[in-house]
């Protein structure tokens, strides 16, 4: 809801082998957020799912940088010359919030 209420278009995105996006932003006709909900990222196996499609997703709409959100975990990585960032959803709210 909190997206709904910032942005206008928000959208699901999932490719021909089935690896999916949560949301992506659509500001002014340009994508400009792809974002990941999980709440639980500490299974190897849902971090490889979460980041496969988040990855593709990014390579498709041409972003650098992609959002996890989790219930507590916090970090950055780069895989393939991209920034994934991890943050708390609670984090994210304030910071959102605030802009």
């Known amino acids: 809801?909190?997206?709904?209420?910032?942005?206008?278009?928000?959208?699901?995105?999932?490719?021909?082998?089935?690896?999916?996006?949560?949301?992506?932003?659509?500001?002014?006709?340009?994508?400009?957020?792809?974002v990941q909900v999980c709440w639980d990222i500490e299974s190897e196996m849902t971090r490889k799912r979460e980041t496969e499609g988040l990855l593709l997703a990014m390579d498709s709409f041409e972003l650098n940088?992609?959002?996890?959100?989790?219930?507590?975990?916090?970090e950055e990585i780069m895989v393939e010359n991209k920034k994934?960032?991890?943050?708390?959803?609670w984090k994210w709210l304030l910071v959102e919030g605030e802009t």
């Not at 940088?65 to 916090?74: F, K, R, S």
Request: proline share 2%; charged share 35%; net charge negative.
């Open 1 to 34: 809801m909190h997206l709904r209420r910032k942005y206008r278009d928000i959208y699901y995105w999932k490719n021909e082998k089935q690896k999916e996006v949560d949301f992506l932003v659509n500001e002014k006709n340009v994508l400009t957020q792809a």
């Open 65 to 74: 940088e992609g959002l996890i959100l989790t219930e507590d975990v916090e």
């Open 84 to 89: 994934i960032i991890f943050m708390p959803v």
